[in-house]
């Protein structure tokens, strides 16, 4: 597997980097591209599609490249990783958003990465602010069941909760995801999804929620609670609403954290990431603080003792956590990219999807997923 | 970090060659750029922490009222549950996996004597000393371990001088986990529960025992009453064979009536205590089902004929006639029934119809019907008919007298005998009384008419017979039946009178009272048999008794006798019994 990777921060440094990336004749088949709205997706996929390469892309939050020439972090950038994969080991393909509900987008994704490969492993990315992580994730597991390796995020719009995209090689969905499928005969995934947030003050019980539209809490209207318990304004929400997300509490101590990530002030209510079921009993919950980059870091070594090779890293962290870390996020992605000193690429997203080492897939909020992708030597 | 960077600008300052100074110029760079990323950092969480400040606080704020607000509900569900823990009228307790108690509640420590605090890691030994069972501690232990709860546990414990019975429940504690971490038991006081029902089982055995006495006396007073209905029956009848005017005639049947239905009274209270008694036993013995019916029939085709109703008996052609069975129980159940069926019945018939329902080797069922078109029987009385004291509540129980055992009692017989009975009814148009009995086939062959003709031929002129019997009044009625009969009658006041008068006189037969003074029947038969020894000679001998339970029978032909006649008796069952003995 060649790899190489590029950061700019517009469309022309990005033509000009793919030329000189190309240049000593090296021809990618796929590429990893997460990036800001602002720099012209159109004329990002334009450009890609003269390039005949697969891609696997969606607008941002922030960014993150780290490699041995450079360690960056943007807002508002572009990173790339370009791959030559194994033809035949992988495909990608973009669904439309116009097959709602999210269960019914996840479901398409299942099936067709079920006639793809025999074992398939799915990278996925979602957007469109509607859309509900849990549901896509259920969807997909729907027809590949709970066990398979599946790690992806919600595409973000550099905190604006305006509009999000996914993108191939080909085309640019506001409303969609976008799936890149392996095959786990040839190719080893594994990862963690680590968040670190803790559970603030008494139960609360959601008394009024439509999947993933949350209508009142305690027979209040979620949104004046919100506003309410963390003293803001309409209009801090939902980016603030994000760092302080309702923990679920479930039966089986699974908690599960669910973000903001719109409001309706007309309904005074809040939609979330992912499903917040009618009846269940949830916290308000918060980062502790600092001190969860060193949970993180412990998390990450302990996951390297584990699976200390890979060929490359891609990571989903939410944009809470780069709003609460701020510049020391770079911490807990630095100890990620030292221990392997792999290409690291990922951004900041508005949801993660991703298996805690074996466990099932879950659709999670506030988390550092990390996914390490290896190909396997027996047939390199 | 600022140290560092200072004292690379001071070596700067030093550097006299500007070759040198460019190479050390990039040392200084490399530690601004991290001096200025450290910094970036620390002013990030100086601002955030100046951002977060209020949404945390406001956060806190809120939550905390709402975490008081949990913790007063909890305060006051903990009171409550203290509350109950304390009044529930019960002894409840905790205890561990080691079974030593952890809680007990108020009336557990007051029970035991000791405060409720100082109970708290102590064995059920430390609590009671006097405890030295273990069954309680392994049923404990067994639902500890199974984690089953287990209930009414019953047990006697002695405390403070005090004994005292408990009922306990028991039940395993389970944690989030659902391990097994304890168990809970609750114990009730039964002691005054215990107490009631040892009083309750004496009780029960007194009423038992009354129960038996008053049957005993019942029969024994029924018995009693049998001798002075015998004297008015008797002497009736043989007044009603003198001349009387049409006034004294009418009278005279009426005490005849009202003494005939006193005797039906005591007869059914007799069955009654007997059968409640347990003491009634059926006496299967051969019978001919048409001699018994043509008996009933010539009493209630009479009686009917009063009313001016028809009565017809219609027995199936495959009926067998010879049967063994208790004749006269199964004469006292169709006696009841026709006897019934013409009390409620003013216009119209009686109908009997006898049909066998099945025939297996040497048993038969047989199917008996009374059939009435009286005013019949409303459906809400139907089913408690059969029961004791049961009266129809209709007009007709005013006009018509009785125990109400009648049915209970036929009922109770079908029962004895392995039969049933039954009735359908409809109001204002009549009933069905049915009832089935099982018989066996006898292979006597003995017909009708052969009983009939030896019946008709008989013939006592101037034989003697001898009377003993010390009621004057019975006396009188046996020798004028006897007389009336054709017998030389010759009379005797007791056993020894009459023994001496059996010395005397060459009789043709004897009839020996069972209850005389000086000897008694048995005694006199036994004598009697004991001189004829070694001759050929036998006098018949019939017994007198008002005695009628099964049994008696055995015991006078044990004593020699050759047959018996119940009190009281009528002029055609003494001839009969005498035809009986001596052909």
């Known amino acids: 597997m060649i790899l190489k990777t590029i950061h700019t921060d517009s469309i022309k440094g990005f033509r000009q980097a793919w030329s000189d990336n190309t240049d000593d004749g090296f021809h990618p088949n796929a590429a990893i591209i997460f990036s800001s709205v602002d720099l012209g997706l159109r004329e990002l996929v334009d450009f890609l599609e003269t390039k005949n390469v697969s891609v696997f892309g969606c607008s941002s939050c922030g960014e993150f490249l780290y490699d041995s020439q450079d360690q960056i972090i943007t807002d508002g950038g572009l990173v790339c990783l370009m791959m030559t994969l194994i033809p035949g080991s992988f495909e990608i393909k973009l669904f439309n958003g116009n097959v709602k509900p999210s269960f019914n987008l996840g479901n398409e994704i299942g099936k067709w990465a079920g006639e793809v490969f025999k074992k398939p492993a799915i990278l996925v990315l979602g957007s469109g602010l509607d859309t509900d992580g849990e549901q896509l994730v259920k969807g997909i597991q729907h027809h590949t069941g709970n066990e398979i390796r599946m790690f992806g995020g919600l595409a973000g719009d550099d905190a604006r909760f305006k509009e999000t995209f996914v993108f191939s090689g080909k085309t640019l969905e506001n409303n969609g995801a976008i799936a890149l499928v392996l095959n786990t005969d040839l190719y080893e995934i594994n990862g963690i999804a680590t968040s670190g947030w803790v559970s603030i003050g008494a139960d609360k019980i959601i008394t009024h929620s439509e999947g993933n539209v949350v209508y009142t809490i305690d027979d209040q209207p979620a949104l004046d609670v919100y506003k309410d318990y963390l003293n803001v304004r309409d209009t801090d929400l939902p980016e603030i609403g994000v760092e302080y997300p309702l923990l679920i509490k479930k039966p089986d101590s699974r908690d599960i954290l669910r973000a903001v990530i719109n409001v309706d002030t007309a309904k005074k209510s809040l939609i979330f990431a992912g499903t917040v079921p009618n009846g269940a009993v949830v916290t308000f919950s918060s980062s502790p603080g600092f001190e969860i980059i060193e949970d993180t870091r412990q998390k990450v070594n302990q996951f390297y003792n584990q699976n200390s090779e890979t060929d490359m890293l891609i990571l989903f962290s939410c944009m809470a956590r780069h709003n609460a870390l701020g510049p020391t996020i770079s911490e807990e992605i630095n100890e990620a990219w030292q221990n392997w000193a792999k290409p690291l690429i990922g951004f900041f997203t508005y949801g993660e999807i991703g298996n805690n080492y074996t466990a099932a897939c879950d659709f999670h909020n506030e988390t550092f997923t990390m996914v390490s992708l290896k190909q396997k030597t027996d047939v390199a | ?583």
């Open chain 2, 1 to 583: 970090m600022s140290h560092k960077f200072l004292s690379l600008i001071e070596d700067l300052s030093k550097i006299q060659n500007p070759e040198d100074f460019a190479g050390r110029l990039g040392s200084v760079i490399d530690e601004l750029k991290k001096f200025n990323s450290e910094y970036d950092k620390l002013l990030f969480k100086y601002e955030r922490s100046s951002k977060e400040k209020n949404i945390l606080s406001s956060l806190l704020i809120r939550t905390s009222a709402d975490l008081k607000k949990v913790s007063d509900k909890l305060k006051i569900r903990a009171e409550e549950l203290s509350t109950l823990l304390t009044t529930i009228p019960a002894y409840v307790y905790f205890k561990d996996t080691s079974l030593k108690y952890m809680i007990v509640n108020q009336p557990f420590a007051e029970m035991a004597g000791i405060p409720a605090d100082q109970i708290t890691g102590k064995t059920i030994y430390d609590i009671f000393p006097g405890y030295k069972n273990t069954a309680y501690l392994d049923k404990e232990a067994y639902s500890i371990e199974s984690g089953f709860a287990l209930y009414d546990i019953e047990e006697e414990i002695e405390h403070t001088g005090r004994k005292r019975w408990v009922n306990s429940n028991i039940a395993p504690i389970r944690n989030s986990e659902n391990q097994i971490i304890g168990l809970i038991g609750i114990s009730w006081d039964i002691t005054e529960r215990k107490l009631h029902e040892e009083e309750l089982r004496l009780s029960k055995e007194l009423a038992e025992a009354g129960t038996i006495a008053k049957n005993e006396f019942i029969a024994s007073i029924s018995h009693e009453f049998r001798t002075p209905m015998n004297g008015i029956l008797g002497l009736s009848e043989i007044l009603k064979h003198s001349v009387l005017t049409h006034e004294q005639l009418d009278l005279l049947n009426g005490i005849i009536s009202s003494a005939e239905n006193l005797l039906v009274l005591l007869n059914d209270v007799l069955d009654f205590s007997a059968i409640e008694a347990g003491k009634m036993e059926m006496d299967y013995q051969p019978f001919m089902l048409d001699r018994v019916m043509e008996d009933i029939s010539l009493v209630m085709k009479m009686k009917a004929a009063e009313k001016s109703l028809a009565y017809n008996i219609c027995i199936a052609e495959n009926v067998p006639n010879l049967l063994i069975g208790d004749s006269q129980r199964f004469r006292q159940i169709m006696i009841n029934l026709t006897n019934n069926a013409v009390k409620f019945t003013e216009k119209g018939k009686i109908e009997v119809h006898i049909s066998q329902l099945e025939q297996s080797g040497n048993r038969t069922n047989l199917r008996f019907e009374v059939l009435d078109t009286g005013s019949g029987i409303p459906p809400e009385s139907l089913d408690s008919l059969f029961k004791v004291f049961s009266r129809v509540k209709q007009d007709r129980s005013k006009l018509i007298s009785g125990t109400g055992l009648g049915l209970s009692i036929c009922k109770k017989l079908t029962d004895l005998m392995g039969g049933q009975i039954g009735v359908e009814s409809t109001l204002g148009k009549g009933s069905l009384f049915w009832f089935i009995l099982p018989f066996t086939l006898s292979n006597i062959q003995k017909n009708k008419s052969q009983i009939a003709q030896s019946f008709e031929t008989s013939s006592f002129s101037k034989k003697l017979v001898l009377v003993a019997e010390d009621n004057l009044i019975n006396q009188r009625i046996v020798s004028y039946q006897l007389t009336k009969m054709g017998f030389e009658v010759d009379l005797a006041e007791d056993g020894q009178q009459a023994l001496e008068k059996y010395h005397a006189r060459k009789f043709d037969l004897i009839i020996l009272d069972i209850q005389m003074p000086v000897m008694n029947g048995y005694q006199v038969a036994k004598a009697i048999r004991t001189d004829e020894k070694g001759t050929s000679r036998h006098l018949a001998i019939i017994a007198l008794t008002a005695n009628a339970m099964k049994g008696d029978r055995e015991l006078y032909l044990d004593a020699g006798m050759d047959g018996y006649v119940s009190k009281p008796f009528t002029f055609e069952t003494l001839q009969q019994t005498i035809i009986s003995v001596l052909h």
